[in-house]
């Protein structure tokens, strides 16, 4: 029975440890509101990809209602026009034509759909830039702590000289080296059109590159504190390879950090986004970003006439989005933090 118990303990511990955990965020009314705030936000904007990236209704002009303030409903008589200049009224849906809560901008085009395409593109950015910087810190930051000496000095020596690079320049010289190389991989492998592809996969791909240097700092101190601990000194004691100890020891106990940090890298690289957009350097039109459309909202304000709809909407909506995912971080370094009492 004592036998029996020993074993079934570190399984059943460590999923109480995750119930404790999401009891924790639970109690937590900011970050659990937040979170299904998040979720929503999420599913509308990557749920209506599909249809607005189909059916070019982010770039679809309606000439007859440019600069046209919100309308919940703006009757049959509206028409929309493609970048070609060509009416397409009568191939659109009725709805996705008339029903323009947050305005139209200067072209004539729905601020709805270009928000929700907008919010799909940085947020897959920010997720996408995350998963770049959990993944090469985390390993960068294992290596480092766990074999210590020189490697450990040389590792952070790099990521020390790495941080002392504007990450600006560094984002510019990585899409002046390989922006033109990754277009003509898609050119090739996809056919002609994908510029804009191209650039989106190397925007996040670079902010990535520049994201795991904090990350990997994390993680090479917490594998300092724990490859002291008497449990990693046992599975030492008996012979266990080190790929295996970190990959069954160390990392199940890296997940609390790594997991906060992601959800704090996130709109780290969304705001990154937005600033490189907002500059002229991030995403092109027309494929909008929220930055992209802070950007053009900037543009057109002026005491003449205020277009304040073009500004009010994407910015909060990135806003509300950045809100939202720190709540979220503070409420899962809570939850995972042991000292913090149910």
Request: hydrophobic share 50%; with cysteine; glycine share 8%.
């Given at each position: 029975?004592?036998?029996?118990?020993?074993?079934?303990?570190?399984?059943?511990?460590?999923?109480?440890?995750?119930?404790?955990?999401?009891?924790?965020?639970?109690?937590?009314?900011?970050?659990?509101?937040?979170?299904?705030?998040?979720?929503?936000?999420?599913?509308?904007?990557?749920?209506?990809?599909?249809?607005?990236?189909?059916?070019?209704?982010?770039?679809?002009?309606?000439?007859?209602?440019?600069?046209?303030?919100?309308?919940?409903?703006?009757?049959?008589?509206?028409?929309?026009?493609?970048?070609?200049?060509?009416?397409?009224?009568?191939?659109?849906?009725?709805?996705?034509?008339?029903?323009?809560?947050?305005?139209?901008?200067?072209?004539?085009?729905?601020?709805?759909?270009?928000?929700?395409?907008?919010?799909?593109?940085?947020?897959?950015?920010?997720?996408?830039?995350?998963?770049?910087?959990?993944?090469?810190?985390?390993?960068?930051?294992?290596?480092?702590?766990?074999?210590?000496?020189?490697?450990?000095?040389?590792?952070?020596?790099?990521?020390?000289?790495?941080?002392?690079?504007?990450?600006?320049?560094?984002?510019?010289?990585?899409?002046?080296?390989?922006?033109?190389?990754l277009i003509d991989w898609f050119n090739q492998r996809c056919g002609p059109g994908y510029d804009q592809i191209a650039s989106i996969v190397l925007l996040f791909m670079a902010i990535g590159s520049i994201s795991w240097l904090t990350m990997a700092r994390v993680i090479r101190g917490q594998v300092l504190s724990l490859k002291s601990m008497p449990y990693i000194e046992a599975t030492r004691a008996m012979g266990l390879p080190t790929y295996r100890i970190i990959l069954k020891h160390l990392l199940p106990n890296l997940t609390g950090p790594i997991?906060?940090?992601?959800?704090?890298?996130?709109?780290?690289?969304?705001?990154?986004?937005?600033?490189?957009?907002?500059?002229?350097?991030?995403?092109?039109?027309?494929?909008?970003?929220?930055?992209?459309?802070?950007?053009?909202?900037?543009?057109?304000?002026?005491?003449?006439?205020?277009?304040?709809?073009?500004?009010?909407?994407?910015?909060?909506?990135?806003?509300?989005?950045?809100?939202?995912?720190?709540?979220?971080?503070?409420?899962?370094?809570?939850?995972?933090?042991?000292?913090?009492?149910?």
């Amino acid at each position: 029975m004592s036998q029996s118990a020993l074993i079934i303990k570190p399984q059943s511990a460590r999923r109480s440890e995750w119930k404790l955990a999401w009891s924790r965020f639970a109690r937590n009314r900011k970050a659990f509101v937040c979170g299904l705030i998040l979720v929503l936000l999420v599913c509308l904007c990557l749920g209506t990809l599909p249809v607005a990236w189909k059916m070019d209704y982010y770039k679809r002009q309606n000439l007859d209602m440019n600069r046209q303030g919100p309308s919940l409903w703006l009757g049959e008589k509206a028409s929309m026009v493609s970048q070609t200049g060509l009416v397409e009224s009568s191939s659109l849906n009725t709805f996705a034509r008339n029903f323009a809560p947050f305005g139209f901008d200067l072209l004539g085009r729905n601020i709805l759909w270009r928000c929700l395409m907008g919010g799909a593109v940085s947020l897959s950015i920010g997720i996408a830039a995350a998963f770049i910087s959990m993944t090469v810190g985390t390993c960068w930051g294992a290596i480092a702590g766990w074999y210590g000496g020189r490697i450990d000095n040389l590792m952070m020596r790099i990521v020390d000289v790495l941080y002392g690079l504007p990450y600006i320049l560094t984002i510019i010289l990585l899409k002046m080296a390989f922006e033109p190389r990754l277009i003509d991989w898609f050119n090739q492998r996809c056919g002609p059109g994908y510029d804009q592809i191209a650039s989106i996969v190397l925007l996040f791909m670079a902010i990535g590159s520049i994201s795991w240097l904090t990350m990997a700092r994390v993680i090479r101190g917490q594998v300092l504190s724990l490859k002291s601990m008497p449990y990693i000194e046992a599975t030492r004691a008996m012979g266990l390879p080190t790929y295996r100890i970190i990959l069954k020891h160390l990392l199940p106990n890296l997940t609390g950090p790594i997991i906060v940090y992601a959800t704090l890298t996130v709109p780290q690289a969304i705001l990154q986004e937005s600033f490189l957009s907002f500059l002229g350097i991030g995403i092109q039109a027309p494929i909008p970003s929220w930055g992209s459309l802070a950007s053009d909202a900037v543009k057109a304000i002026n005491t003449v006439e205020s277009f304040w709809w073009m500004v009010i909407f994407p910015c909060g909506m990135l806003g509300l989005t950045l809100l939202c995912l720190n709540f979220i971080g503070d409420g899962l370094r809570d939850a995972f933090d042991p000292k913090t009492v149910l």
